[in-house]
């Protein structure tokens, strides 16, 4: 059972390139969101998602754009990338009608120089 | 928004019990959970509460007052595997899931 898996693990960008940060779930979850975590510090909502076709902002959604196809994937794109968005990312993904916990990635360490 | 608190380090000795609390103010409620963090480690889940009152599970209970918007999380016999960051984190009535900064615990000998 493979759970939530990002990809990938480690990447280094160049102030202004962009990428995509894949997150993928095999449980059927309905929930899905995006993390970012600086160092020494909690977990900050960027996005996140209640099904297909549904996506809504968290609280620090400047500088990156989501898009929700399918209930499997929820990928996380950062379109002109900068030193600020120097950070690891965690996706995770929820059941929302039960008292179950999100699952999250193993994450996704992104340094920006 | 959400405003999750919680405090920033605590430190006890192995054996010991710590409770680490956590007050939040959101837009509806629809469940508390609290998350334990490794230094470079994904948050694995610990417990969850929906309802007033105790959840015990092994050596962690976890503790809800939705009038007082107040939960605790309590850590018995402590051992040194347990030092590690303990997220407080919440649902709200959008199902949007919020986290505190986290808090620290360091278990000394």
């Known amino acids: 059972n493979a759970g939530v898996t990002q990809t990938p693990k480690f990447r280094i960008l160049k102030i202004g390139q962009s990428m995509t940060l894949q997150c993928t779930q095999d449980m059927n979850h309905n929930y899905m969101y995006w993390y970012r975590q600086d160092p020494g510090m909690g977990l900050k909502l960027i996005y996140y998602?209640?099904?297909?076709?549904?996506?809504d902002k968290g609280e620090v959604p400047n500088g990156y754009n989501v898009s929700r196809s399918t209930t499997e994937d929820f990928p996380l794109r950062l379109e002109l990338a900068a030193p600020s968005q120097t950070s690891v990312y965690f996706c995770?993904?929820?059941?929302?009608?039960?008292?179950?916990?999100?699952?999250f990635g193993q994450g996704t360490r992104l340094t920006v120089v | 928004g959400q405003n999750i608190d919680q405090p920033t380090e605590m430190t006890a000795t192995e054996g010991a019990i710590v409770q680490i609390n956590c007050t939040y103010q959101t837009s509806g409620f629809n469940g508390l959970f609290w998350y334990q963090q490794h230094a470079g480690e994904a948050p694995t889940f610990l417990s969850y509460?929906?309802?007033?009152g105790l959840e015990e599970k092994g050596r962690f209970s976890s503790f809800l007052s939705r009038s007082k918007g107040y939960s605790y999380l309590l850590l018995k016999e402590l051992q040194m595997k347990d030092s590690a960051s303990y997220l407080c984190a919440v649902r709200d009535g959008d199902y949007k899931l919020s986290f505190g900064a986290g808090t620290t615990v360091t278990v000394r000998a």
């Open positions: 995770a993904s929820s059941y929302s009608d039960t008292s179950t916990e999100a699952f």
């Open positions: 509460n929906v309802l007033d």
């Open positions: 998602s209640v099904g297909a076709g549904i996506t």
